[in-house]
């Protein structure tokens, strides 16, 4: 099933693609003789943004197909992150073409051409902009629903392209109306509108790659979901691994009554992998967390070592708490902020002397949690 959503996933961004690049060719096309007819390297820049574009969905089609490749012995996990390499060289590509059509425009400001507008140019420039406005809204939602995260900047870049378009609209209607040549300025500004498009998705794209933390929503969801396995008291320390848009690994602990056999463990942890796996198609490793089967006093203990636990700078919750009824050892977790990164050892230690103190007889073992998902 997995396989044949990954295929079909597939078809609709090359198709997309192709959509995209027919378009764009047309667009150059276009722009490249009313902007040789006018004279204005503002619309000839703006063609060769296109271009730019028409490439860029070139290469979103090979990365697609190399992306689809199956996993092998060489790369366990698949392909998918090629996706972002391909994300990373259209922003390459969008600041290269920025950074040549700011130098161009820059010598057009100090060097001005006469410039030769006409009603047909300012027709052929609204048609683009309102094209490009359709295929920019056309792919961003084909990127989404496909997860395609080159599809959406893609998308989003086409409908940039439209305000770039109406950039140079502007510049030709002021040159008709006052012979004021300012197509040097507008293409600059173009060039500066790319750069900036440029720059962001390369940053977006590179945050993909270095591991950003996981949808909020989602991983709430997750642990929710777990919680309804029959034998699950809770969900802790989801962390989820992405290699690639459609390839996600992750492992979770989950907090059992510590009577429960080891087939009964085995069973629970079959369950949860089963439901994770087939509603949000993810490979989820399962650990265990054994809860006390508690009477009164433990179960005070418990609130009063967590009421001061989470007063403490830093900390931001705890779990797994579990006493050892034969030698009243008592380990848990605690989950501290990322601001707290230099100061692990010194706070689980700190905290371990302090319950010691209050509560003689007892030792505690605490160890540090990373605040990895919501």
Request: aromatic share 8%; with cysteine.
């Amino acid at each position: 099933m997995a396989a044949k959503k990954e295929m079909v996933r597939d078809r609709l961004i090359v198709r997309t693609s192709v959509i995209a690049i027919v378009t764009n060719l047309c667009l150059v096309g276009f722009k490249v003789l009313v902007g040789l007819m006018a004279n204005s390297i503002a619309i000839v820049l703006d063609a060769m943004n296109n271009l730019s574009d028409a490439l860029s969905s070139v290469i979103t089609i090979l990365g697609t197909k190399l992306a689809s490749r199956p996993p092998d012995k060489k790369h366990p996990f698949g392909y998918g992150r090629v996706e972002y390499l391909t994300a990373i060289l259209i922003s390459c590509l969008i600041l290269f073409a920025g950074v040549s059509f700011a130098v161009t425009s820059v010598k057009k400001i100090i060097h001005p051409d006469e410039t030769n507008y006409s009603l047909v140019t300012v027709v052929i420039v609204v048609v683009a902009i309102v094209t490009k406005l359709v295929l920019g809204a056309y792919t961003r939602r084909m990127g989404k629903e496909t997860e395609s995260d080159a599809l959406v900047a893609s998308g989003a870049d086409a409908t940039f392209d439209a305000v770039i378009s109406a950039g140079t609209l502007v510049g030709a209607l002021v040159a008709m109306a006052t012979e004021y040549v300012i197509d040097g300025w507008i293409g600059a500004l173009i060039s500066l509108a790319i750069m900036k498009a440029g720059l962001e998705l390369l940053m977006d794209t590179l945050s993909s790659i270095v591991g950003r933390r996981a949808d909020s929503a989602l991983t709430k969801e997750m642990k929710q979901r777990l919680c309804t396995v029959d034998g699950i008291l809770g969900a802790y320390d989801l962390v989820l691994h992405n290699y690639g848009p459609t390839r996600t690994i992750g492992a979770v602990n989950v907090a059992v009554y510590d009577w429960r056999t080891a087939a009964e463990l085995h069973a629970i942890s079959k369950q949860a992998q089963q439901l994770i796996l087939d509603e949000y198609a993810i490979q989820l490793y399962v650990g265990f967390y054994a809860v006390n089967t508690q009477e009164d006093d433990l179960k005070e203990l418990e609130q009063s070592v967590r009421e001061y636990v989470q007063a403490q700078p830093y900390v931001l919750s705890m779990h797994a708490f579990y006493e050892d009824s034969r030698t009243k050892a008592i380990s848990f977790d605690v989950v501290i902020d990322f601001a707290a990164s230099n100061v692990r050892r010194e706070l689980a230690h700190g905290l371990e002397e302090a319950l010691e103190a209050q509560h003689p007889g007892r030792s505690f073992s605490i160890r540090i949690d990373r605040d990895y998902s919501d």
